[in-house]
């Protein structure tokens, strides 16, 4: 058969073609030049990563059990882990025994998980608006229909949320109620409660996705929405260990009602069989052999200094009439800049100062809001959270432009 006449297989499935690549991807990749100060990323600080306790978790797990941890393992997870999670959560307000959890492959899979497991193509999905992207891409994926929910500076807002499961009947609602990505707004106890009781009234399950909750630095935790009463058959919790132990061991879990769990199981099968079995084993022995709430102490003091280093700059930085979420936790701070800027256009001139940030635009289902742009602070140190910010004003003030460029 000559090359011309070969018939070309079919191209990619429409949600393939239909799916954008991330904003933020790419918007890292033009910032990974090490001269530049990137506000852009939302990794946890390298440096505060227990890299020996780590190791000696592995060392253990493989010096002990190597052929266990070394072997294919159940995709519910590991019991050690499920039961390490379990008593935390427990100990921290939420009654959960192990057979609650599904271990996965970060928050990220769970996430996909309750997708796959609550979703049919065309069904309607609430978020917080603006909310976490790569969410938004998940429910791309499962063909639902995206519906807005206009927040705040504490987050959702209650009257507009009732309106909406009135008027789209949404299947889901996914929040981040805790130091939200991108806004590190935290909703506040009245809210979640009222969230519960509308779901409990209109009859809709709530993702309560929180890996940041961990990372408070400033006031009092809040109950979990799943702990209300009236939403704890519908409310599936999300977990993670990327934030406080380390994301590239991959390690997330959610915690449902049994059926829930059980068709998450079914669906984990069908993607990855389990988590790494060795991963999740050093994980649990991690958990055994430190009290994680004492690790994290040293954790949450630098993020709340970089936070206020961070915060402290702002009004030099920021045109007059700007304004700025003041983060609880987390890693985020949301700022949006008088009207008539446009974050994304502006983000060239600012890598050309050496410095980035990720535009506010992508993380909008609804109108996309052009002058917000979200700031990192978890990575880098104060001295450079000020050399960064500095380079930002020369952007963002042309007016207060140094003469000299660094
Ligand atoms: C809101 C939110 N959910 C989920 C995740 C995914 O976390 P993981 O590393 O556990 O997959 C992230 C990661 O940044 C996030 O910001």
Request: include cysteine; aromatic fraction near 6%; charge should be negative.
């Amino acid at each position: 058969m000559s090359m011309d006449t070969r018939v070309p297989p079919p191209g990619p499935a429409a949600r393939a073609v239909a799916a954008s690549g991330s904003v933020i991807r790419e918007a890292l990749a033009l910032t990974a030049r090490p001269e530049i100060i990137s506000f852009a990323g939302g990794l946890p600080a390298s440096e505060l990563l227990d890299v020996d306790g780590i190791r000696a978790a592995y060392d253990r797990v493989l010096g002990t059990s190597p052929y266990r941890v070394l072997q294919y393992s159940t995709t519910e997870g590991d019991p050690a882990l499920r039961e390490a999670i379990g008593a935390r959560l427990t100990r921290r307000g939420l009654h959960s025994r192990p057979e609650d959890l599904v271990i996965t492959t970060g928050a990220q899979q769970a996430l996909a998980l309750l997708t796959t497991t609550l979703l049919d193509p065309g069904d309607v999905v609430a978020v917080e608006d603006p909310t976490y992207l790569a969410a938004l891409q998940c429910f791309h994926y499962a063909g639902a229909r995206v519906v807005p929910v206009p927040t705040d500076d504490q987050g959702i807002v209650i009257d507009a949320l009732a309106d909406i499961v009135v008027r789209e009947r949404p299947r889901l609602l996914y929040l981040v109620p805790t130091f939200q990505n991108p806004t590190g707004h935290t909703l506040p106890a009245e809210r979640r409660h009222a969230v519960a009781r509308l779901a409990a009234e209109h009859g809709f399950w709530i993702a309560e996705d929180d890996p940041y909750g961990e990372l408070r630095f400033h006031g009092e935790p809040m109950p979990w929405i799943a702990t209300y009463e009236e939403a704890s058959d519908r409310t599936v919790l999300l977990g993670s260990l990327s934030k406080v132990l380390a994301p590239g061991m991959r390690l997330g879990w959610l915690r449902a009602p049994a059926e829930v769990c059980r068709s998450s199981v079914l669906a984990k099968q069908a993607l990855d069989l389990h988590s790494s079995t060795v991963d999740q084993a050093a994980a649990a022995q991690y958990l055994l052999e430190h009290d994680l709430d004492t690790r994290l102490l040293p954790v949450r003091a630098v993020y709340r200094e970089r936070c206020a280093t961070l915060l402290a700059t702002l009004p030099h930085v920021l045109p007059p009439g700007s304004t700025w979420s003041r983060p609880e936790g987390g890693m985020f701070i949301w700022a949006r800049l008088p009207d008539g800027h446009d974050t994304a256009a502006l983000l060239r001139d600012a890598v050309d100062h050496g410095v980035a940030y990720v535009p506010g635009a992508p993380f909008f289902s609804g109108p996309a809001d052009p002058a917000t742009l979200r700031l990192s602070f978890a990575t880098h140190e104060p001295e450079e959270i000020r050399r960064g910010m500095a380079r930002l004003a020369g952007v963002f003030r042309p007016d207060r432009r140094p003469a000299h460029r660094e």
